[in-house]
């Protein structure tokens, strides 16, 4: 098990503003800071983020863009935000680090995402449960008590706006949630949480408030995860991989609505009365 710090910040900072009546209020704003990465004394790449589990964000960022294969290769990681630094500690190395990390793609993600290596590297690998498996399917009533718990869950986006939120759910239970500046952010926090704690995803559903792309479906499938509910929308590339990887796909899902995109064997579907 890594060592790791829990260099806690503040997620929000207090300004003052001037509204359409001319009056001055104080509000409430994301705390937007950089972490730079760096492995074994060589800088990986900055990510900007409110830093709200900055060690979890690192963990998952690296074991989503493949660059550590077990959780035992990493000796540890200590933020430090006095000098925005995350400093990566390896047992042995990255092998192949300068390949691995050559080539960039520079993603859709809030804030500019990176991906190293190939976007459709490794889907071959990627194995999620059976359609038919019990725990990896989701009954239309499972999924309007996951959305509602989404409703209630208190945010920064309800206090300061300006930020994603993801959340892992086994069924209509909330296991963890996360926000930061970027959805891509959030969902490698999500990806580090399950790593560390020796989470699977064959049972769990993915929520997210940003939009379905690419690199947010191959990251959830990355992570075993079967069923993804946005209350955005999708991309043609994210609906694609979808379908390849045979992974439910729903959106602009909020309260009592949603499409579902893909993945129809994967869903219950119970149908609303038809309006008149």
């Not at 190939?118 to 239309?140: F, K």
């Not at 300061?160 to 970027?182: I, K, N, P, W, Y």
Request: hydrophobic share 40%; aromatic share 6%; net charge negative.
């Amino acid at each position: 098990m890594p060592r790791l710090t829990a260099a806690t910040a503040p997620l929000t900072r207090t300004v003052d503003v001037l509204d359409e009546f001319g009056a001055t209020r104080h509000i409430a704003i994301p705390a937007e800071r950089a972490l730079t990465v760096f492995v074994d004394n060589r800088e990986l790449v900055t990510l900007m983020t409110l830093g709200a589990a900055p060690e979890l964000l690192v963990l998952g960022y690296l074991r989503n863009q493949r660059l550590v294969e077990h959780l035992t290769d990493i000796d540890s990681i200590t933020v430090d935000w006095d000098v925005q630094a995350a400093a990566v500690k390896t047992r042995a190395g990255i092998e192949h680090f300068e390949q691995k990390t050559a080539k960039r793609i520079v993603t859709t993600g809030c804030g500019q995402g990176t991906m190293f290596g190939d976007l459709m590297g490794d889907l071959e690998s990627i194995c999620l449960p059976a359609v038919n498996e019990p725990t990896a399917r989701i009954s239309q009533s499972a999924l309007y008590g996951l959305l509602n718990a989404m409703r209630v869950q208190e945010s920064t986006y309800k206090s300061a706006g300006s930020v994603h939120g993801c959340a892992l759910f086994r069924q209509d239970e909330l296991l963890t949630f996360v926000e930061d500046v970027g959805r891509h952010n959030a969902i490698d926090t999500i990806a580090g949480w399950m790593w560390l704690h020796g989470v699977g995803g064959g049972d769990k559903i993915f929520y997210t408030t940003g939009r379905l792309t690419s690199e947010m479906v191959i990251k959830s499938a990355q992570m075993g995860v079967p069923i993804i509910v946005s209350r955005s929308g999708v991309t043609q590339m994210g609906h694609e991989l979808a379908v390849q990887l045979k992974l439910a796909l729903f959106g602009r899902a909020m309260n009592r609505h949603f499409i579902c995109y893909s993945g129809f064997e994967r869903f219950d579907s119970q149908p609303e009365p038809a309006r008149s």
